[in-house]
């Protein structure tokens, strides 16, 4: 996809009307620092980040960012408009009000918002951002590019999914309520096995029931309970109260009461300095996210201790497993409080009994019983504070402990059934918990499936990007070789660090020597231009949707020689991309005029900036020859005057290039210089700087070549001159001026390689030639 | 680039594999989350909400079953 242009009204720089043309070729755009050329990026990525522009992110910019989006000096009741058609004839308008809301329409909405900023725009002080960021950083902003979007869904998913089905299955609490029925079989039964446990089912049974009948253990309990009551029924009153007493005095309320301060006590020493930590962790996130730049020690972000990076990992580990800890005491808590409950509840079902009426009379206990009767054991339940257990101590422990002294009493039968009634009560306790053991079982079962499946997915991603990741590491590699040709720094690629699940770093080779990072010995430039080769890269794998590419101010940090090998990576990694070139270096907009085709890259620059109201203007001198051609009939002084113009321009670039001596003028006659002053000086030059190989190897002047100029530079001073100030050209005359003026562009143009004369050769810095070598201009041997 | 979709056999060699180390899980589930990981969970993170119904589900495939049945 293309862009055929951008028109801008009144936004950024703009006034009421500007166009850039491109007809869906690549373009060079040249402008002084502040013409306005950002402008077009600008209108890139506010319709990419739905109109946000990242450097206008400032608290002063207005809500919509309107202060900076629309220019200063926009007529009252007239929005700023943007409007990007792309090659199809679609187009995109963005109309945005005096308030910055804006409403965008047009065909080529979806296509255009198809595009990633991140992958179609560079600007100047982005280059190295991507080397800058952290692992975790540069692992996010290549997650696009790896296509593993639903595998991080689904990762995602399964982990939560495990979460969920622990929280609704009541996991943890299933754990704590099999942990405390264990406990108490323990105490009834020590270490008797499965089977000694049916084996005592059984006897109770047949002491109680007699032969045959039931077989299932949960049955002959139940039978058996039956059958207690039976028996009980069948008691005296005096019988039935020893029962309830020996009932009482086996509830232990003090071992609960001990469980639940004990565990309120841990969790309450554990919390502490857990909450101060997590307060911590949003104090040090800055400090976080510099030290990770820096490379140093971090603060962890779960407790804010400083640890070493290489640490990090096991650290948080440490502390997820700390907290699973605190969890699991938690739980602990929530299980003994729900012993306590049951029994806070069986003590209150004993003491309200008629049959123990006259004891809690002859004890001095009923108001103990009054207040037993009051207590609400669902409200302790949900919360048991330090002043419901000091209650509980106080007033009902007294009544277990004058029960149990009591119940010494009880005749041996009584104490007999009391007994067997507290064993069958566990057992069948313990029987029907194997239900719960089982579910839970199913659950840690899933749960490990789900463990499994999600390590099964990221293993997945891992792989997956692994692969992308050596596909872009081959690219940048070519990329930084065409950059930098047989240069002792190789080997640049990403890698994902060993141990760590969502990161990316970059490394090469300096000298010979692995180095972990580009920041540790490349410097700015180096680090600019490995960032140019990392956005390419990345860049040139959004082929599926082929966005334009804007490269704006991008290679202010390289040198001369690293700036011209940018050509030869866009000639052979993007010659079918459409790229918006942006520039404030005559120099490189000079090289890249000569050096890039013509059949598919235009030239434009722009005018000094002047006032807002004027806006962003386009600079005349940058018409072409066809535009000269296309005044022939109807106008051709005006194709005269076009084509003198052409040559006072590109005659400037090529006298500067090839270091031509120009004569100093008094005032801002230097600025003003015509294309026959230019040609006079590189005819005089010419004549012994310029050479071509002869028939022989050796080097010659180049004759034919000033005898081009000087047929040139004759048309220039006549007919140019007329064209320009006489307009009385006829069309003959212009056009053997633009056929002259074509060829002397020509002369410089290798006829066997068709590179231009441009390439610096030698260290000292004396000769230019062309590509193959062909043509050669020697500096200062004039 | 386009993000690439699970392949059915993918999937299923995923969740060989995890059955193999967890084979308590019926086959039901399994099914359930085949049906998931080629749908619902690769769109998008799924709520809370949706999360805790599919959580409902498998909890109501234990209860349905009278003890759980392993995958052959």
């Given at each position: 996809m293309r862009i055929r242009s951008i028109s801008l009204a009144w936004?950024?720089?703009?006034?009421e009307s500007l166009t850039l043309?491109?007809?869906s070729k690549s373009a060079v755009i040249y402008g002084e620092n502040?013409?306005?050329?950002s402008s077009f990026v600008d209108a890139i990525e506010y319709v990419l980040n739905n109109g946000k522009i990242g450097h206008l992110s400032?608290?002063?910019?207005g809500r919509h960012q309107e202060k900076g989006v629309?220019?200063?000096?926009?007529?009252?009741?007239v929005s700023a408009v943007l409007t990007i058609t792309l090659d199809d004839d679609s187009e995109l308008r963005a109309e945005i009000k005096r308030n910055g809301t804006a409403t965008a329409s047009g065909a080529a909405s979806a296509a255009v918002h198809g595009w990633d900023y991140r992958r179609t725009v560079l600007r100047q002080d982005e280059v190295a951002a991507f080397i800058r960021n952290t692992k975790g950083g540069k692992y996010s902003e290549i997650l696009p590019l790896l296509g593993l979007r639903p595998l991080e869904f689904a990762a995602e998913n399964v982990r939560q999914l495990a979460k969920a089905l622990e929280r609704q299955g009541r996991v943890r609490e299933s754990r704590a309520e099999l942990e405390m029925i264990k406990a108490r079989r323990d105490a009834a039964f020590?270490?008797?096995s499965d089977l000694d446990l049916v084996q005592t089912i059984a006897g109770r049974y047949e002491k109680y029931?007699?032969?045959?009948?039931?077989?299932q253990a949960l049955t002959r309990c139940e039978a058996i309970t039956a059958a207690i009551g039976q028996r009980m029924a069948h008691y005296s009153d005096e019988q039935r109260r020893h029962l309830i007493l020996r009932d009482l005095a086996g509830l232990d309320l003090t071992s609960s009461i001990n469980a639940v301060r004990s565990a309120t006590a841990e969790l309450a020493n554990a919390a502490e300095p857990l909450l101060e930590e997590k307060l911590e962790v949003l104090r040090s996130t800055g400090g976080f996210i510099a030290a990770v730049q820096a490379g140093n020690e971090v603060a962890c972000p779960a407790c804010g201790q400083p640890v070493p990076v290489e640490e990090f990992r096991t650290h948080v580990n440490n502390e997820q497993e700390r907290l699973k800890g605190m969890l699991k005491t938690l739980d602990g808590r929530k299980a003994a409080i729900g012993v306590l409950c049951d029994r806070l509840n069986a003590l209150k079902s004993g003491v309200s009994k008629p049959e123990l009426g006259p004891w809690l009379e002859q004890g001095g206990l009923e108001q103990r019983a009054k207040e037993l009767a009051a207590l609400s054991v669902a409200q302790v339940r949900v919360n048991c504070t330090e002043d419901d257990l000091r209650q509980i101590e106080t007033a009902f422990v007294p009544l277990i402990v004058t029960a149990t002294a009591a119940a010494k009493d009880a005749p041996p039968d009584v104490q007999d059934l009391a007994a067997d009634t507290r064993l069958i009560e566990v057992a069948r306790e313990v029987v029907a918990s194997r239900k719960l053991a089982e579910q839970l079982k199913y659950l840690i079962a899933l749960a490990a499936f789900l463990e499994s499946l999600e390590r099964g997915v990221r293993d997945e991603i891992r792989g997956r990007s692994q692969r992308v990741i050596d596909e872009l590491s081959a690219d940048i590699q070519t990329m930084w070789t065409i950059l930098?040709?047989?240069?002792?720094?190789?080997?640049?690629r990403l890698y994902m660090p060993e141990g760590s699940d969502k990161a990316i770093d970059i490394e090469l080779k300096f000298f010979g020597v692995e180095q972990e990072?580009?920041?540790?010995?490349?410097s700015e430039g180096y680090r600019n231009s490995l960032g140019l080769c990392l956005f390419l890269a990345m860049a040139k794998r959004e082929a599926e949707t082929d966005p334009p590419l804007f490269l704006d101010?991008?290679?202010?940090?390289?040198d001369r020689k690293h700036r011209g090998m940018i050509v030869e990576l866009l000639e052979k990694e993007f010659r079918t991309r459409q790229v918006i070139l942006l520039t404030h270096d005559r120099d490189w907009y000079a090289e890249l005029r000569e050096r890039l085709d013509s059949g598919t890259w235009l030239f434009k620059a722009l005018l000094p900036y002047d006032k807002p109201a004027v806006g962003i203007r386009w600079s005349a001198?940058?018409?072409t020859f066809g535009d000269a051609r296309?005044?022939?009939?109807?106008?051709p002084d005006a194709a005269g005057n076009t084509a003198r113009k052409i040559m006072d321009t590109e005659l400037a670039l090529r006298a500067e290039r090839l270091k031509v001596r120009m004569p100093y003028l008094a005032a801002n006659r230097n600025d003003h210089r015509t294309g026959h002053d230019f040609l006079f000086r590189i005819i005089a030059d010419g004549a012994v700087c310029f050479r071509r190989k002869g028939a022989g190897g050796g080097y010659e002047a180049y004759a034919d070549a000033i005898t081009t100029f000087r047929a040139t530079d004759k048309l220039l001073v006549t007919w140019g001159n007329k064209a320009s100030h006489?307009?009385?050209?006829?069309r003959p005359e212009a056009e053997k001026l633009i056929a002259e003026c074509e060829a002397t562009l020509e002369v410089?143009?290798?006829?066997?390689?068709?590179?231009?004369?441009?390439k610096l050769v030698d260290a000292s810095a004396e000769l230019l030639q062309c590509e193959c070598g062909h043509l050669q201009w020697r500096y200062g041997k004039a | 680039m386009t993000d690439t979709p699970l392949s059915s056999d993918w999937v299923k060699a995923r969740l060989r594999d995890a059955r193999a180390a967890s084979?308590?899980?019926?086959v039901a589930t399994i099914q359930l989350i085949e049906v998931l990981l080629r749908?619902?969970?690769?769109d998008q993170e799924l709520p809370s909400r949706k999360l805790s119904e599919i959580a409902d589900s498998l909890l109501a495939q234990t209860e349905s079953l009278d003890g759980p049945k392993a995958a052959p």
């Amino acid at each position: 996809m293309r862009i055929r242009s951008i028109s801008l009204a009144w936004f950024r720089g703009a006034a009421e009307s500007l166009t850039l043309e491109l007809g869906s070729k690549s373009a060079v755009i040249y402008g002084e620092n502040g013409a306005g050329k950002s402008s077009f990026v600008d209108a890139i990525e506010y319709v990419l980040n739905n109109g946000k522009i990242g450097h206008l992110s400032h608290e002063y910019s207005g809500r919509h960012q309107e202060k900076g989006v629309i220019n200063t000096h926009t007529p009252a009741d007239v929005s700023a408009v943007l409007t990007i058609t792309l090659d199809d004839d679609s187009e995109l308008r963005a109309e945005i009000k005096r308030n910055g809301t804006a409403t965008a329409s047009g065909a080529a909405s979806a296509a255009v918002h198809g595009w990633d900023y991140r992958r179609t725009v560079l600007r100047q002080d982005e280059v190295a951002a991507f080397i800058r960021n952290t692992k975790g950083g540069k692992y996010s902003e290549i997650l696009p590019l790896l296509g593993l979007r639903p595998l991080e869904f689904a990762a995602e998913n399964v982990r939560q999914l495990a979460k969920a089905l622990e929280r609704q299955g009541r996991v943890r609490e299933s754990r704590a309520e099999l942990e405390m029925i264990k406990a108490r079989r323990d105490a009834a039964f020590g270490e008797s096995s499965d089977l000694d446990l049916v084996q005592t089912i059984a006897g109770r049974y047949e002491k109680y029931c007699g032969q045959g009948g039931a077989t299932q253990a949960l049955t002959r309990c139940e039978a058996i309970t039956a059958a207690i009551g039976q028996r009980m029924a069948h008691y005296s009153d005096e019988q039935r109260r020893h029962l309830i007493l020996r009932d009482l005095a086996g509830l232990d309320l003090t071992s609960s009461i001990n469980a639940v301060r004990s565990a309120t006590a841990e969790l309450a020493n554990a919390a502490e300095p857990l909450l101060e930590e997590k307060l911590e962790v949003l104090r040090s996130t800055g400090g976080f996210i510099a030290a990770v730049q820096a490379g140093n020690e971090v603060a962890c972000p779960a407790c804010g201790q400083p640890v070493p990076v290489e640490e990090f990992r096991t650290h948080v580990n440490n502390e997820q497993e700390r907290l699973k800890g605190m969890l699991k005491t938690l739980d602990g808590r929530k299980a003994a409080i729900g012993v306590l409950c049951d029994r806070l509840n069986a003590l209150k079902s004993g003491v309200s009994k008629p049959e123990l009426g006259p004891w809690l009379e002859q004890g001095g206990l009923e108001q103990r019983a009054k207040e037993l009767a009051a207590l609400s054991v669902a409200q302790v339940r949900v919360n048991c504070t330090e002043d419901d257990l000091r209650q509980i101590e106080t007033a009902f422990v007294p009544l277990i402990v004058t029960a149990t002294a009591a119940a010494k009493d009880a005749p041996p039968d009584v104490q007999d059934l009391a007994a067997d009634t507290r064993l069958i009560e566990v057992a069948r306790e313990v029987v029907a918990s194997r239900k719960l053991a089982e579910q839970l079982k199913y659950l840690i079962a899933l749960a490990a499936f789900l463990e499994s499946l999600e390590r099964g997915v990221r293993d997945e991603i891992r792989g997956r990007s692994q692969r992308v990741i050596d596909e872009l590491s081959a690219d940048i590699q070519t990329m930084w070789t065409i950059l930098h040709p047989g240069e002792e720094i190789e080997g640049v690629r990403l890698y994902m660090p060993e141990g760590s699940d969502k990161a990316i770093d970059i490394e090469l080779k300096f000298f010979g020597v692995e180095q972990e990072s580009p920041r540790l010995t490349l410097s700015e430039g180096y680090r600019n231009s490995l960032g140019l080769c990392l956005f390419l890269a990345m860049a040139k794998r959004e082929a599926e949707t082929d966005p334009p590419l804007f490269l704006d101010d991008v290679v202010v940090s390289l040198d001369r020689k690293h700036r011209g090998m940018i050509v030869e990576l866009l000639e052979k990694e993007f010659r079918t991309r459409q790229v918006i070139l942006l520039t404030h270096d005559r120099d490189w907009y000079a090289e890249l005029r000569e050096r890039l085709d013509s059949g598919t890259w235009l030239f434009k620059a722009l005018l000094p900036y002047d006032k807002p109201a004027v806006g962003i203007r386009w600079s005349a001198k940058t018409s072409t020859f066809g535009d000269a051609r296309a005044f022939l009939t109807d106008a051709p002084d005006a194709a005269g005057n076009t084509a003198r113009k052409i040559m006072d321009t590109e005659l400037a670039l090529r006298a500067e290039r090839l270091k031509v001596r120009m004569p100093y003028l008094a005032a801002n006659r230097n600025d003003h210089r015509t294309g026959h002053d230019f040609l006079f000086r590189i005819i005089a030059d010419g004549a012994v700087c310029f050479r071509r190989k002869g028939a022989g190897g050796g080097y010659e002047a180049y004759a034919d070549a000033i005898t081009t100029f000087r047929a040139t530079d004759k048309l220039l001073v006549t007919w140019g001159n007329k064209a320009s100030h006489g307009f009385d050209v006829v069309r003959p005359e212009a056009e053997k001026l633009i056929a002259e003026c074509e060829a002397t562009l020509e002369v410089f143009i290798c006829p066997n390689c068709r590179k231009p004369v441009y390439k610096l050769v030698d260290a000292s810095a004396e000769l230019l030639q062309c590509e193959c070598g062909h043509l050669q201009w020697r500096y200062g041997k004039a | 680039m386009t993000d690439t979709p699970l392949s059915s056999d993918w999937v299923k060699a995923r969740l060989r594999d995890a059955r193999a180390a967890s084979p308590l899980v019926p086959v039901a589930t399994i099914q359930l989350i085949e049906v998931l990981l080629r749908g619902q969970f690769i769109d998008q993170e799924l709520p809370s909400r949706k999360l805790s119904e599919i959580a409902d589900s498998l909890l109501a495939q234990t209860e349905s079953l009278d003890g759980p049945k392993a995958a052959p």
